[in-house]
């Protein structure tokens, strides 16, 4: 964090500075006024101003924490993605849905977050604007503020074009227990809706392909929707988001830790027809591609139905589906019932099929 550029706490009421240039350059680095014009534009501008000075650090107010809860959880995250913008969100977008719902899936209520910019020298001033505001918005549809960040300006070539990199803490109440080890045989494996979504969305975005794929990424703060999951089944055993790596990097952590075995069927698995036709082409698994609005959740097989009719009553749960079983069966293994009647084992990827897409 520098010392001199923190863009969190609003300031008071003098007239806010402007860029007066179309793209960042090295001396928006460099903190001079240059600089203070580019934070007092660009994220002071987006993010809001509650009329106190701007200081070096946050302050959240320990009696609000404790009335919430009684554990602190603390994540932090880095964003890369090309395209910057893409159908259904933006790097901005993508970033504070990561980091919300890496917070959610742990059972805390997010409540503030970082936001630390590295910018290369020509990016468009005016896109850095709209990326700003997405993230404004997009916290704001959370439920959370945006109290503190940084600003770092690079030169041409060495990063490509914007970085950023989001950390949040958020209160996990007391007596809420969920854990990546907490499957037990017999529990039912559910997702809120189809996979594939963000993968197919970022690399039909990127042109390289030649193909024209009508899909948009699901990327979405997922805090609403798990809250009402676990109003409805206080019981649930874990949640995990089902990002790089998509379903199969989850499960297989998931049964390594738990020690425990799980069972798939592939029909019950929602995947768009676009989706999956996009796979079908470039030989890809909807399983392992990224997705940045699906949340697994493993619950008692007795509140399954309770779990999937809370997550159909929410937007973001339209398409949930019970997927699986956990079992006691190949310990540490994820298999799959194929639609033919035979199975499948789903393992790890020893790398990621394609570029990176996050």
């Not at 793209?23 to 006024?33: D, L, N, Q, W």
């Not at 501008?45 to 919430?68: I, K, S, V, Y």
């Not at 493993?298 to 937007?315: F, G, I, K, N, S």
Request: hydrophobic letters at 45%; charged letters at 20%.
């Amino acid at each position: 964090m520098s010392s001199n550029d923190n863009h969190s706490s609003p300031r008071a009421a003098a007239p806010r500075r402007r860029v007066q240039v179309p793209t960042v350059t090295i001396a928006h680095g460099g903190g001079g006024s240059a600089m203070r014009d580019l934070v007092e534009d660009v994220f002071v501008g987006a993010f809001g101003d509650g009329g106190a000075p701007l200081e070096d650090q946050a302050r959240l107010p320990m009696a609000d924490l404790l009335a919430r809860g009684d554990r602190l959880a603390f994540t932090t995250d880095s964003f890369v993605v090309h395209p910057l913008e893409f159908p259904g969100g933006d790097i901005g977008k993508l970033a504070v849905c990561g980091t919300v719902n890496d917070l959610s899936v742990g059972g805390a209520v997010p409540v503030a977050l970082s936001c630390a910019v590295v910018i290369e020298e020509g990016l468009e001033v005016e896109t850095l604007r709209r990326i700003a505001r997405s993230i404004a918005a997009t916290a704001e549809a959370a439920g959370v503020r945006v109290v503190t960040g940084d600003t770092k300006v690079v030169a041409r070539g060495a990063c490509d074009r914007l970085f950023i990199n989001t950390s949040g803490v958020g209160v996990i109440r007391q007596g809420l227990e969920l854990g990546i080890a907490n499957a037990r045989p017999g529990d039912a494996v559910i997702i809120n809706g189809p996979l594939g979504d963000h993968g197919a969305a970022i690399l039909a975005a990127r042109g390289e392909l030649a193909i024209d794929a009508p899909v948009a990424s699901d990327c979405a703060p997922l805090n609403g929707l798990i809250a009402a999951l676990l109003a409805a089944v206080p019981g649930t055993r874990l949640l995990r988001d089902a990002t790089r790596g998509g379903l199969a990097a989850v499960l297989n952590e998931m049964a390594e830790a738990s020690r425990v075995g799980v069972r798939l069927d592939e029909d019950a698995i929602p995947v768009r027809a676009e989706v999956r036709g996009f796979c079908e082409l470039l030989g890809l698994d909807p399983l392992y591609l990224g997705n940045e609005g699906v949340a697994v959740a493993v619950v008692p097989a007795d509140r399954a139905d309770a779990a999937l009719a809370a997550l159909h009553a929410h937007p973001l749960g339209a398409m949930a589906a019970r997927i699986g079983t956990v079992t006691d069966e190949r310990p540490g293994r994820v298999v799959m019932d194929t639609p033919f009647g035979g199975t499948r084992m789903v393992d790890l990827l020893v790398g990621d099929p394609l570029p990176r897409i996050c």
